[in-house]
């Protein structure tokens, strides 16, 4: 087995996620099989953010380092055959950034070990990855209690001659959210025209944005559910739930690098008309009860919601002459979504991290500390409203270029409020 049997670096009581401002401790550990001259055995720990023009790519581009202390365990001498522990201890920085994973960059903490030989001799070399988890409380997020609301009017003509105009507004309970915590969609739907409109669809998205020698946008869809249309002269109100998984926080406070944002998608497939809604992602629950989503008189919390005729402002021959009467209600159905299945223990998070928190929208017990997911998304469960079970989605997404697959873009990627069409200065990478 040679001279060296076992070099590793242990960290006190197998711990892997560590907080900011707090000391990690553990151990090198060698075991010989012959005696070892040496000239220093040293271990160093080190935190920094590294970003590459291309996805998984080893070659970074750009570099940003948050911590680099060092240790010396032993001077100059020999270690005889058996085994051998170096104790050590490091105090990390209070303004360590949360640890994360992504196709074009990361921010890695780690612990090397060396033990450097006399000359000629090979060198030996050991590390441990441990992460750091800096809770976003997003309660320091300014107006965070605010209602999340957004609303577009778009006309259109249909019948060459014929104008109409439709007006879509979605809201959420909340502007941000934390790991297990139901977040709950409400859209309404108004129809002012003799056509009926196309299915709406609601997709909650995960931006990126590295910095490297120009930004880089990963944009990928966490879930996605599409509802039904709404017929002409009718305004419809449809409300749906997700169940927020495992994330990386937003923003990533600490790193200037690496910047990750939200959002929830809702639009319409025909007439062609979106509505984007920020949404925060953090570690600790907003600190006030969730507001219910407006609904109607006398409707019971999540259940289906009725179609409510609006009067059109004009061609009112027209509506009258309709085959559905206004006085018909009918039901703004889920058709679809992203996934039926329950949503996996620790979803892409850290073996050995907390679990995520319970699944019916209330905050853990205090106890729980919170989860550290450091990687991307992708696609988790809507809990549809009604007794019809959504089938799995086949439609393309209503998205903004994907740019993950790029090796390298050959000119700057538009920004994400220019592929959706919005001016919301919210959306801009770093705010």
């Not at 070099?7 to 000391?23: A, K, N």
């Not at 005889?80 to 994360?100: D, I, N, R, V």
């Not at 853990?364 to 998304?377: E, F, V, Y």
Request: net charge neutral; aromatic share 8%; proline share 12%.
């Amino acid at each position: 087995m040679g001279r060296v049997q076992l070099f590793e670096v242990f960290l006190s009581h197998g711990r892997v996620v560590y907080s900011p401002g707090e000391p990690l401790a553990g151990a090198v550990r060698v075991r010989l099989g012959a005696p070892l001259p040496f000239r220093a055995i040293r271990v160093t720990c080190t935190g920094s953010c590294r970003v590459s023009n291309k996805a998984n790519d080893a070659a970074w581009v750009v570099e940003e380092g948050y911590f680099n202390s060092a240790l010396s365990l032993a001077d100059k001498g020999s270690l005889p055959a058996g085994e051998h522990s170096f104790p050590f201890q490091f105090l990390l920085p209070a303004t360590a950034p949360t640890s994360f994973e992504g196709p074009f960059g990361k921010i890695v903490h780690q612990v090397r070990a060396t033990i450097d030989t006399p000359r000629f001799s090979k060198d030996h070399q050991c590390s441990r990855v441990f992460y750091i988890l800096s809770p976003l409380n997003l309660n320091s997020i300014p107006d965070i209690e605010q209602p999340n609301v957004a609303s577009t009017t778009k006309k259109f003509s249909y019948k060459l001659v014929k104008t109409g105009s439709v007006g879509l507004t979605a809201s959420t309970d909340l502007r941000g959210y934390v790991v297990g915590q139901v977040l709950r969609l409400q859209v309404d739907v108004e129809n002012q025209s003799g056509k009926d409109t196309g299915p709406v669809v609601a997709s909650l998205l995960q931006k990126v944005s590295y910095k490297a020698k120009r930004w880089i946008y990963d944009v990928r869809t966490i879930a996605e559910v599409e509802g039904a249309g709404v017929k002409a002269w009718r305004r419809a109100q449809w409300q749906e739930q997700i169940l927020v998984p495992a994330l990386p926080q937003s923003a990533l406070p600490g790193c200037s690098l690496i910047h990750v944002d939200y959002y929830l998608q809702v639009s319409l497939k025909a007439p062609d008309a979106t509505v984007t809604l920020p949404v925060f992602i953090g570690n600790i629950a907003v600190n006030h009860a969730p507001r219910s989503p407006r609904a109607g008189p006398g409707l019971p919390p999540g259940a289906p919601v009725a179609v409510v005729p609006s009067a059109p402002p004009q061609e009112e021959g027209e509506a009258a002459a309709s085959s559905t009467p206004f006085a018909d209600a009918v039901s703004l159905s889920t058709k679809s979504h992203s996934q039926q299945q329950p949503l996996p223990a620790a979803f892409g998070s850290v073996p050995g991290a907390p679990e995520p928190r319970p699944q019916d929208g209330s905050p853990a017990p205090h106890p729980l500390p919170p989860p550290l997911c450091i990687s991307t998304g992708a696609t988790v469960p809507y809990f549809a409203e009604g007794s019809g079970g959504p089938v799995p989605t086949t439609s393309t997404l209503i998205l903004p270029p994907e740019y993950s697959s790029w090796g390298y873009p050959s000119e700057a990627p538009p920004s994400y409020e220019q592929s959706c069409g919005s001016a919301d200065p919210c959306l801009t990478p770093g705010n």
